[in-house]
């Protein structure tokens, strides 16, 4: 999995951070390492800069997997510089922030905008792939899903704004119902196009989401 | 159940005329009631857009009583766009009861290419979902299988863009619409009538309707911005070529012609069922194209 995020403007950092003269700074060695939006570099960047405002930046550090619940170990070893700021810049994804928020008292605030679940597709280029939606159609559409790929979440078929294979909103964007179509039709698959899809449930698991997964002997087929 | 006006229209076997009206941005109607008064009689309905290319403007329920209230017969341009499921019943029903029984399903255009950028894009349900909650709503039943008391009646209809590239996933949703219970199609803008013509043979062998859309060409720049930015829009070079020719302040007047003169030429040979005329702005000129193409 590849949570992709950019960085969020200097100003709006800036902003958050009002009234905080003591920053800990925590940036993570997966995801964000990748995306060069919370590795090491950008952690020493950021602290350049709030040192430029005259903060103090009483540490930080590059947690190795900033959502892993090993987040707790490594912020219990930086135990003193942490509570020594009056809040935690943490330059990982959502996931990230929302793992570090559990382990301290202090504000926790993020450095990062999380924009999707995606994939790198060659070196530096990220797409989002899915939306986790809750009801998989992918074994209809040829594999590239039309809720995440379609501007309009479709599921019938493009819509008329399609133009020589690329997306109505973006001249530089493929339009993933002819995708599908292309690819259903390589495949001589293209009854499935023409299946009529009901309206989706957007419900199939209410907000927010929450999977049991029984570690007992009984329940080994992943039944939830 | 109500008849709808337009619905006997399409039965009754003679060339149909419809056109396209834009509710302003603002509450002044006056311009709007202005275009429907002048086109009411001349027209078999009269289409009202629903914040049209995502714009944000006067409703398009707004926009069909008045043509209503007018004399006119509306026909109802829905998105799936901007409401979710149960908007869009609760408004089918409110159409229903204030006698517009006409209805165009649309997917909606993109939010992005709009003037309210950061919208929520809805599209809970697509063209082909909503054509479907018609079809069920006027048994009776609302989506969730719940009986209505007081079911619902529209003569509804669909969008198809026969220039598209490729063709074969636009064929694909046409028959998923024509399955889903459209009655008739108004089609994105035809330039080509040759290309038209063979996609007619296509469509023909179908239960249902289809009036030709027909932008009105108004110059030069506006039909090279059409092929440049709207998808499935193809006005050949000859017509370019004709309204440069024009000469100056002649454009719109061509166009005009132009416009006249494709309708006739799909009249006469009875390629399809009908034209719908989207003046966009240049409603005031419709009767001279209608006089044009000897309507
Ligand atoms: S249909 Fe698309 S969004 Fe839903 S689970 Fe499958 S890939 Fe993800
Ligand atoms: S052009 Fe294709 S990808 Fe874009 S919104 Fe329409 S159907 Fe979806």
């Not at chain 1, 493929?174 to 419900?203: E, S, V």
């Amino acid at each position: 999995m590849r949570s992709i995020t950019k960085r969020k403007p200097v100003e709006e950092v800036e902003q958050s951070l009002k009234g905080f003269e003591q920053v800990y700074i925590l940036g993570c060695g997966t995801c964000a390492t990748m995306t060069k939006t919370g590795g090491r570099d950008q952690v020493l960047e950021i602290k350049e800069y709030l040192e430029s405002l005259e903060k103090t930046v009483t540490g930080w550090t590059v947690i190795p997997i900033a959502c892993d619940e090993m987040t707790e170990v490594a912020m219990r070893e930086n135990e003193r510089p942490l509570r020594n700021a009056g809040c935690v810049l943490v330059m990982a994804c959502a996931l990230g922030v929302h793992r570090i928020s559990t382990y301290t008292n202090n504000p926790v605030i993020p450095a990062l905008d999380t924009l999707f679940i995606g994939l790198e597709e060659k070196p530096g280029h990220f797409r989002e792939v899915c939306i986790q939606c809750g009801q998989c159609v992918l074994g209809e559409t040829a594999g590239i899903c039309p809720v995440t790929a379609c501007n309009k979440g479709l599921l019938n078929g493009p819509c008329g704004g399609t133009n020589d294979g690329k997306c109505e909103v973006d001249k530089n964007k493929d339009c993933a119902w002819t995708l599908i179509y292309r690819r259903l039709k390589l495949q001589g698959r293209l009854d499935l196009m023409r299946k009529y899809h009901p309206p989706k449930n957007y419900q199939t698991a209410p907000r927010p989401k929450t999977v049991i997964i029984s570690t007992s002997e009984e329940n080994q087929d992943g039944s939830v | 159940m109500a008849v709808s006006k337009f619905k006997e229209a399409l039965n009754s076997g003679k060339f149909l005329v419809t056109c396209e009206i834009g509710p302003p941005k603002g509450s002044d109607l006056t311009q709007m009631l202005h275009h429907v008064d002048l086109l009411k009689y001349r027209v078999d309905a009269l289409n009202v857009t629903d914040h049209q290319s995502s714009v944000m403007r006067f409703p398009s329920l707004g926009g069909c009583l008045a043509v209503k209230e007018r004399g006119g017969e509306p026909i109802l341009q829905m998105t799936c766009r901007d409401r979710n499921r149960l908007a869009l019943q609760a408004d089918l029903m409110f159409a229903h009861t204030r006698g517009i029984n006409n209805v165009l399903c649309l997917t909606g255009d993109s939010i992005l290419v709009g003037d309210h950028k950061g919208a929520k894009g809805v599209f809970d349900l697509d063209s082909v979902q909503l054509l479907r909650t018609v079809r069920q709503m006027e048994a009776g039943k609302d989506m969730a299988g719940n009986d209505l008391e007081g079911a619902v009646g529209f003569c509804a209809g669909a969008v198809v863009t026969p220039e598209a590239t490729p063709i074969e996933p636009q064929m694909i949703k046409f028959e998923k619409k024509v399955e889903a219970g459209a009655e008739f199609f108004q089609t994105q803008a035809v330039y080509d009538l040759d290309k038209f013509a063979k996609f007619m043979e296509y469509a023909r062998q179908f239960p249902v309707k289809v009036l030709a859309g027909m932008v009105l060409l108004t110059s030069v720049g506006m039909a090279k911005f059409l092929n440049a930015n709207i998808p499935g829009i193809v006005v050949p070079q000859e017509l370019i070529d004709e309204l440069a020719n024009a000469g100056r302040g002649r454009a719109l007047h061509k166009g005009i012609e132009i416009a006249g003169r494709m309708i006739a030429a799909l009249k006469k040979d009875s390629i399809c069922d009908g034209v719908h005329i989207m003046a966009i702005g240049k409603e005031e000129v419709v009767p001279e194209i209608l006089a044009k193409a000897g309507l």
